[in-house]
């Protein structure tokens, strides 16, 4: 692979009106040598977020447009894959903030490695007391458990990564996102590429800034619809789920018959829901650390409502959520070139 590759940068945006200027110029801004183009894949949005994607067309020759008219992110991806030409396909999303070396580490490491996808740490960083409260809860172990795109680590293989940076032949060779994974659809296409020989690479040296969910409905929105998407990934392949997936689901189901059984049996099962309330209380402690009390004190409640909701989308993911896809009935994701 040539020291500077020619990279892609793909980006699915719906009402990113708020970010999406910024996000990209973090792109147009980084430190690469390369060759480089921004592949825009727009949904049907409600804001301003075409006119800003038009505005930025017409600025810098390097950025393009193509449609999703569904909407869906895997579909808007596989859209941008597909109109966009260079050997390195960079992901990132509208909301999204790349460190100023993040593409050219990204592509050294691709090198070193081997690694058919890299990636690193989704780093919350919130605009006020709320969204700070949520970036705190999804660093911390006690929110997110042990996943290092999120908590940092030391680099190394990996089940999946944040975004990522891929080869383009090991996304054309998986027929690229699998379009009914409304959610989850990075973690399905990571254990893909890794069911197929592939490595999937973590360094804490890749840092992607992240805008947190502006409220607690949406944000308990979010992780209903990560639960039960990774309850979907664990039907279509066997061997995917670990312990730490179930903690939130056992959270819920724990929490729940305490409630009950303390208001109609004893008292005493009203300590299991006290218990997992101390629990996220004493964890917000040093997770917060650093932060203004307006946002400390609201670490609870944005662990309960990530807990909480995941667990609760996990439980109740219906089957009829995706149906198992025949490799060859996927989407190509090849260039009209190629």
């Not at 007391?129 to 172990?141: F, G, I, Y």
């Not at 080869?167 to 893909?192: C, K, M, P, T, V």
């Not at 800034?209 to 619809?225: F, G, I, M």
Request: proline share 6%; hydrophobic share 45%; glycine share 8%.
């Amino acid at each position: 692979m040539n020291a500077t590759p020619a990279v892609s940068v793909i980006m699915p945006v719906l009402n990113e009106e708020r970010h999406l200027r910024n996000s990209v110029r973090h792109i147009l801004e980084q430190d690469y040598d390369g060759e480089m183009e921004v592949m825009i894949a727009l949904g049907p949005s409600t804001d301003r977020t075409d006119e800003i994607a038009a505005e930025l067309v017409r600025e810098d020759p390097r950025v393009h447009t193509v449609p999703n008219p569904t909407g869906r992110t895997p579909a808007a991806l596989n859209a941008a894959i597909r109109a966009s030409r260079h050997p390195i396909v960079v992901r990132v999303d509208g909301h999204g903030m790349l460190s100023p070396n993040y593409i050219a580490t990204a592509v050294r490491l691709l090198e070193e490695t081997g690694a058919q996808n890299v990636g690193g740490i989704m780093h919350a960083e919130g605009e006020n007391a709320w969204e700070d409260a949520v970036a705190a809860a999804m660093t911390s172990r006690i929110g997110v458990g042990n996943a290092a795109f999120h908590t940092g680590g030391t680099a190394g293989e990996a089940e999946t990564v944040y975004l990522g940076v891929f080869r383009r032949e090991a996304l054309e060779q998986q027929g690229g996102y699998n379009e009914e994974f409304i959610r989850a659809q990075d973690w399905e296409l990571n254990f893909r590429i890794r069911e197929a020989g592939g490595l999937i690479w973590f360094s804490p040296e890749l840092r992607v800034q992240y805008r947190p969910r502006p409220s607690v409905r949406a944000l308990a929105k979010q992780y209903k619809d990560y639960g039960r998407w990774r309850h979907v990934v664990a039907r279509y392949h066997q061997g995917s789920i670990n312990l730490r997936y179930l903690a939130a689901p056992t959270a819920v189901c724990a929490v729940a018959a305490g409630l009950v059984l303390g208001a109609t049996v004893t008292p005493w099962a009203l300590v299991v829901p006290g218990g997992y309330l101390a629990a996220i209380t004493a964890g917000s402690v040093p997770a917060g650390k650093g932060l203004p009390l307006k946002a400390r004190v609201q670490i609870p409640l944005a662990l309960a409502t990530m807990h909480m909701s995941w667990g609760y989308g996990f439980l109740t993911s219906p089957r009829s959520l995706a149906k198992k896809v025949i490799a060859s009935r996927r989407p190509s994701v090849k260039t009209a070139a190629a």
